[in-house]
């Protein structure tokens, strides 16, 4: 511990030397940070001189044992500020991270290693095996699971290290339409809510299952425990109408929609017409889910890494302000939009793709973005529904798969709340290069009003 110390602080401790009078102080704050400065952290602004030895041999003895008992306090007061000092600290914040050290931080902090992904893997095959082949078949009347998809941050590849949470849609054969998935789904919810109960006294396995105060949820979000499990495991699951049916899978991946897949524009038009006789616009899009995966988890490997950048940064903005925000998955789009415009390149400077994602957040109310990957304008019902979403106040941000779903709508307050934080960020060491100078941005042209009253983003 003492060699550990004076190679970092680069002190050479001298016999006979007297250290001048450290007394333990709490640390000023750091307005840049928050943080506390340290006894490492500082300079010492003290003289390194020691007075003469006493001519006296007593006192001189009497001396060295009080100058030996001094420096071994001043040792244990800089080894505890080393231990808790910001900047020695294994978890590094991402607001002090160098941005030429942000793919590190992605690395070191961000990615889920290879024990995590084992362990969520295993809790979602055990859920899905109970789902397929236990959860139904003590059912009253037959009842078929066609697929269960895993969707949300497991499904897209876009994990966060710790964030151990996944979606499970379940397609059952008895919601025929989307009108039967709003009035049965609490009924099946209860169904899988009272098999879980059931078969964890069987199984040696734990659910530990959150209630709901709304009459007709959409999901039922519980907690797995396991012997085989290090850590509980959240899931929300959620019944579902199979829209799509079986669709042409991936080449490269069985669990992936093909790239090139587009459904059949009828089922967007009975979507449309469902959700305006509901007044409930995007209240089925957890059946477009296996779409919603396969727009992000084909994506380049750095842009889903700039992409868990964001929500991490997302997170902690949560944790700062709490509720009204923006959703998350309105972020990770905002991301996507970043990438397509500003850059398009696998290889890409992370810190300028991040800056260019917070000032999108700060220009919110110019947003108007949407994709024809899955749908467009060529259908006459669906076209003239589009126009109609894309005249609304912005921001909008349509859901790829979901032509109903504007993720960015919501709470007036939750995107200037947000825009509020981004321009504070831009200030913070993540976003600086070498010289301390900003890194810069993409440069992205922010659509603007047309004569008809809406002009778009077409990606």
Known sequence: MFSEYSLKKGLIVKAGSKFQNVKETPGRADTASGSRDCLICQEADTEDTAPPFPENETERRADLAAEDKETKSFLQVALRSLLSCPCQSVKMELSSTPARNLDKFIEDQLLPDTHFRKQVKLAINVICSFLKERCFRDASHPVRVSKVVKGGSSGKGTTLRGRSDADLVVFLSKLGSFQEQ????????????????????E?????????????????LSFMLRSPEIDEGVEFDVLPAFDALGQVPKSYRSDSLVHEHYRPDPQIYVELIQECKNLGKEGEFSTCFTELQRAFLKQRPTKLKSLIRLVKHWYQTCKEELGKPLPQQYALELLTVYAWEQGSKETVFDTAEGF???LELVMNYQQLLIYWTKYYDFENPVIGQYLRMQLKKPRPVILDPADPTGNV????SRSWPRLAQQAKAWLSY??????????????EIQLPEESEDGWTCAIL
């Open 182 to 201: 709003f009035d049965r789904r609490a009924e099946f919810i209860r169904e899988i809510r009272r098999q879980l109960t059931a078969c964890q006294s």
């Open 203 to 219: 199984r040696g396995v734990q659910f530990e299952i959150q209630g709901s105060t709304w009459g007709n949820p959409r999901a």
């Open 355 to 357: 800056q260019t994602v």
């Open 408 to 411: 960015a709508a919501g709470d």
């Open 429 to 442: 060491q993540c976003f600086k290069d070498w010289y301390g100078f900003p890194v810069g941005s993409w």
